[in-house]
């Protein structure tokens, strides 16, 4: 249930140990970790796994494309606002699904659902996901989710539910976003789409939605995680946090952010730096021990990261 980051191009002593060993789940990377033997790199990470009898491991990355693109030189080759036809974005979605697959990377943390509302909006300004109006953005998403499962690579719906209305990343600053109702379903519509045509996972942004839960941020948030996104959105896959590093605003360390967000019914809890995977893991570990993570949730996750691992294992 925990991912977390990894320092260097090389994955150190301690990391692997900590992979064996069952405390991580998965490794981000991000373009410092990107050397010139990624594959070795990723192979030795997998190997570790396979050591300790774990099942294999969510190797995930930011490969959206326009602003955020981990792989320089490597697909999208256009930025998913200048896509205007689902077949451009299937096209897209592959290609950068098979580069992935390639290096040994199986879970893109893309593509981006959110319907920017405006030019202000970070979506647009950072030159990530997709343009147009919500059914727009849900079809060509649906489409570039397509391509990249079709090489065997995971889709990452985010950043469930909508940031579009948002001027600064949700990485930066803990921003509150005030909808109406119509608001809400047409941020959602994308959203929809996407878990119904089988996105694999969805994240959990760290933003405030006064009409859905004003006192928490999504990521803590059960009336969003588990009761708008698994019972009225019917959503089967794994559910993940944004990273919990950041922002700020969050509050706490990593091992309580960890446990709020399991808490809401977050499968997996994302952390972008290397050494904050620790204290999330012991942190759960403690509470599942003590019976204040219940063994039925837990049980859940772990079925549902499970079914996730072994068909990406089955499809590469």
Do not use: C
Not at 47 to 55: E, H, I, K, L, Y
Request: charged letters at 20%; zero cysteines; a negative charge.
């Amino acid at each position: 249930m925990v991912i977390a980051g990894m320092d260097g191009t090389a994955p150190s002593e301690d990391l692997l140990n900590r992979i064996r060993a069952g405390e991580l789940g998965g490794v981000i990377l991000f373009t410092d970790n990107v050397g010139t033997d990624l594959r070795a790199t990723i192979t030795a990470l997998q190997r570790a796994a396979r050591a300790g009898g774990n099942p294999p491991l969510l190797i995930g990355i930011d490969q959206e494309g326009g602003g955020v693109k981990r792989l320089g030189d490597a697909p999208p080759y256009v930025s998913p606002r200048t896509i205007t036809t689902v077949t451009d974005a299937f096209m897209q979605g592959h290609l950068t699904g098979r580069t992935l697959a390639g290096d040994g990377i199986n879970l893109d943390f893309a593509p981006v659902a959110d319907v920017a509302t405006g030019p202000e909006s970070f979506v647009a300004v950072e030159d990530r996901g997709f343009s147009g109006t919500p059914a727009q953005v849900a079809d060509r998403a649906g489409a570039f989710m397509r391509g990249l499962q079709r090489a065997g690579v995971a889709a990452t719906a985010k950043h469930f539910p909508g940031v579009g209305a948002l001027p600064v990343d949700t990485d930066y600053r803990l921003s509150s976003i005030t909808r109406d109702a119509a608001e809400t379903r047409e941020a959602l519509l994308p959203f929809r789409h996407l878990i119904d045509g089988g996105v694999d996972v969805v994240m959990v942004a760290s933003a405030v939605y006064p009409d859905l839960d004003a006192a928490r941020p999504a990521d803590f948030s059960p009336a969003i995680t588990t009761g708008l996104l698994r019972t009225r959105l019917r959503f089967r896959g794994v559910a993940i946090t944004d990273a919990l590093d950041t922002p700020d605003g969050l509050g706490g360390g990593s091992g309580e952010r960890a446990l709020r967000a399991a808490r809401a019914g977050a499968d997996i809890v994302l952390f972008a730096g290397a050494s904050e995977g620790r204290p999330a893991y012991e942190a759960m570990l403690a509470a599942a021990r003590a019976g204040e993570l219940a063994r039925p949730r837990l049980e859940q996750s772990y079925e549902r990261v499970v079914a996730l691992k072994h068909g990406l294992a089955a499809a590469g």
